[in-house]
């Protein structure tokens, strides 16, 4: 190796070993996006004033319900109205286990959506059967079904995001500083479909408990062995 092929070689590996524009050197602390970025900050401030206007009008709002609404109303088209949301609920479930087929990253906002719907059932079939003759089939349901179901579903989202977090962070700490800053610029204009995305992580498995994990693992480490 010549002279000016070493200096070029040593200048190379300098160059890669510099930091990119947006990391923090040795010992620095890594800059808040949120402070050096005025559009980010900006939609942060309106993001604050947004949430904050909906608990003040929300706060005002429970109080005049609590102050007008009468104790008992007899509801229009009650039937429809429970028809309707368990078709919905059915829907939620349908369009969750088909992503849980396909892997795809959409299922963490669908299993996020399919809980709420869960507790929001729970909610008002107790609240509405109390003092009736079907409220402790209400709350038998509600405790044995809906409940369970929605925390699984919580769990299980917490789960697949923090794996999706976890993965996304060590793909990009592999990658040498060149490279992230080259993938950061292609794909800074385009933005991917949750839809068509796979899970990243462990996939399904990351959904699980780490024991029933670990066992999901074992045979298909023996396949591929």
Same mark, same amino acid.
């Given at each position: 190796?010549?002279?000016?092929?070493?200096?070029?070689?040593?200048?190379?590996?300098?160059?890669?070993?510099?930091?990119?524009?947006?990391?923090?050197?040795?010992?620095?602390?890594?800059?808040?996006?949120?402070?050096?970025?005025?559009?980010?900050? /900006?939609?942060?401030?309106?993001?604050?004033?947004?949430?904050?206007?909906?608990?003040?009008?929300?706060?005002?709002?429970?109080?005049?319900?609590?102050?007008?609404?009468?104790?008992?109303?007899?509801?229009?088209?009650?039937?429809?109205?429970?028809?309707?949301?368990?078709?919905?609920?059915?829907?939620?479930?349908?369009?969750?286990?088909?992503?849980?087929?396909?892997?795809?990253?959409?299922?963490?906002?669908?299993?996020?959506?399919?809980?709420?719907?869960?507790?929001?059932?729970?909610?008002?079939?107790?609240?509405?059967?109390?003092g009736s003759s079907s409220m402790w089939l209400s709350i038998a349901s509600a405790l044995?079904?809906?409940?369970?179901?929605?925390?699984?579903?919580?769990?299980?989202? /917490?789960?697949?995001l923090k794996a999706t977090v976890e993965a996304g962070l060590e793909a990009t700490w592999?990658?040498?500083?060149?490279?992230?800053?080259?993938?950061?610029?292609?794909?800074?204009?385009?933005?991917?479909?949750?839809?068509?995305?796979?899970?990243?992580?462990?996939?399904?498995?990351?959904?699980?408990?780490?024991?029933?994990?670990?066992?999901?693992?074992?045979?298909?480490?023996?396949?591929?062995?």
């Amino acid at each position: 190796m010549t002279k000016a092929e070493r200096a070029e070689l040593i200048a190379l590996l300098a160059s890669l070993e510099m930091p990119a524009p947006d990391e923090p050197g040795p010992g620095q602390r890594p800059t808040d996006p949120y402070l050096s970025n005025p559009a980010l900050r /900006r939609n942060r401030r309106l993001a604050l004033v947004i949430s904050a206007g909906c608990c003040v009008a929300l706060a005002v709002w429970i109080v005049v319900l609590a102050a007008t609404l009468p104790r008992h109303f007899n509801a229009h088209y009650w039937r429809a109205l429970w028809v309707n949301f368990d078709m919905l609920l059915f829907a939620a479930f349908a369009v969750t286990a088909w992503a849980t087929w396909r892997k795809r990253q959409i299922l963490i906002l669908l299993l996020m959506l399919t809980g709420t719907m869960l507790l929001c059932d729970a909610w008002f079939d107790v609240g509405t059967s109390l003092g009736s003759s079907s409220m402790w089939l209400s709350i038998a349901s509600a405790l044995l079904a809906e409940l369970p179901l929605a925390f699984l579903a919580f769990a299980g989202a /917490r789960r697949l995001l923090k794996a999706t977090v976890e993965a996304g962070l060590e793909a990009t700490w592999r990658q040498p500083t060149r490279d992230r800053m080259a993938a950061d610029g292609a794909n800074r204009g385009c933005s991917p479909s949750l839809r068509r995305t796979p899970l990243s992580g462990a996939g399904l498995r990351g959904a699980l408990p780490p024991s029933l994990a670990d066992e999901a693992a074992g045979p298909s480490r023996q396949t591929a062995s």
